[in-house]
């Protein structure tokens, strides 16, 4: 057991762990408590997300500060996503003692450069690079107004990302991301940290469905771009059948579906709904045109489902590629499709994914590894 003190800024409340990036600060925060590390949480609250009495069994102390939006935050050159969570008491309960300091993503990193935490150990738990994510943001954005917000933001974010100098060690979700922190950043700690997440053990079904599955939030523009895609470019006019499930989808979307009898939208599942979809689907089929960090549903996917067929940057880097079946174009997708249609899963390529994943991706090894790190052990 771990005798380590450490604080951890989160940019967002992390309970109920339900999309992405609280996803992994959730399940790092259980490891690494699991371990016996003193936690001292501190959250920028966001609309819309309550605060969490279930944060308390694993921290010591959970402290909250409101997230300062409007203008106050949008008139700088800081990105607005890291201006917005500024707060001078979080600063000060920070320096009540010597511990190291965890800024969960760039959106937390306000204080990373502040001379008064010079002589902390400071670290950084990188989760996209973040302003390739807002750039791409930018090109799947149809709304003018969002457009140019996802295009400055961006442009801000390049420049703020020379502060990630001042972190002591850097914790990235893959290895491509590692690899172009590296470049930018050479003779600093950079090591590759895969995300935290809700699986322990695997949980899939053999035998085959009838049915593919793509899920996602559907009002993240990148999720409705991949959706779009696969209706347009790959199920319209095919005899396989194509369910799409996720939050809030577009009318684009829901419309654009309307007009396949194979293709039919679930909105807004919840939890035990979409589990049943994952773990039922012949295939769950998960394309991104984002290249950046870890997509967290590729693991889920992974855990729970069966056969799982991604584009090439769904992958990025993961070392996840032999679990998957790999297709680019819309043609090589559907042939995809063909070949799996009849190939039910089996026991051992379950045993593979356990083997693999167990290897990499297990919360508790990972948490040792993190708590190494941070003693200099």
């Known amino acids: 057991m771990s005798d380590l003190h450490l604080h951890i800024v989160s940019f967002d409340v992390p309970y109920p762990p339900n999309y992405g990036g ?11 408590h699991n371990q016996g590390v003193h936690l001292y949480l501190h959250i920028i609250e966001y609309p819309g997300r309550d605060k969490a009495p279930e944060l308390e069994a694993f921290c010591d102390k959970v402290y909250y500060y409101p997230r300062i939006t409007g203008w106050k935050s949008a008139f700088s050159l800081s990105p607005y996503i890291v201006k917005s969570r500024r707060s001078e008491t979080m600063m000060q309960n920070l320096l009540k003692d010597k511990h ?6 760039l959106h937390s990193c306000y204080y990373l450069d502040d001379p008064r935490l010079k002589d902390r150990l400071l670290i950084y738990r990188e989760s996209n690079i973040e302003h390739q994510y807002y750039f791409n943001l930018f090109k799947a954005e149809h709304h003018l107004g969002k457009k140019a917000y996802f295009l400055i933001e961006s442009l801000k974010l390049l420049l703020f990302q020379r502060t990630l100098k001042h972190a002591g060690i850097m914790l990235v979700v893959s290895e491509c991301d590692t690899a172009y922190l590296k470049r930018h950043f050479p003779g600093q700690k950079i090591v590759y940290l895969p995300s935290f997440h809700a699986n322990e053990t695997l949980n899939t079904l053999e035998g085959d469905g009838s049915f593919a599955l793509y899920h996602g939030n559907l009002e993240v523009p990148e999720n409705e771009a991949a959706a779009v895609f696969l209706i347009k470019q790959v199920f319209a006019g095919s005899r396989h059948q194509l369910v799409i499930a996720g939050m809030k989808p577009q009318k684009r979307i829901t419309g654009l579906a309307s007009r396949y009898p194979n293709i039919r939208v679930v909105p807004n599942p919840g939890d035990a709904e979409l589990f049943n ?69 089996d026991s051992a390529e379950a045993e593979k994914r356990m083997e693999i994943l167990g290897n990499n991706y297990s919360n508790a090894r990972n948490a040792e590894r993190m708590i190494r790190l941070i003693s200099g052990d």
């Open 22 to 32: 609280v996803i992994d600060v959730y399940y790092k925060i259980r490891a690494l």
């Open 100 to 105: 190291p300091v965890l800024f969960e993503g």
């Open 277 to 345: 979809l994952i773990r039922t689907a012949r295939v769950n089929i998960l394309v991104t045109f984002q290249a950046t960090g870890l997509k967290l549903k590729l693991l889920n996917t992974l855990y729970n489902g069966r056969h799982c067929l991604v584009n090439p940057p769904m992958l990025n880097g993961t070392g996840l590629d032999d679990l998957c079946h790999i297709a680019s174009s819309p043609e090589e997708i559907r042939r995809k499709l063909d070949q799996l249609e009849h190939l039910p899963f």
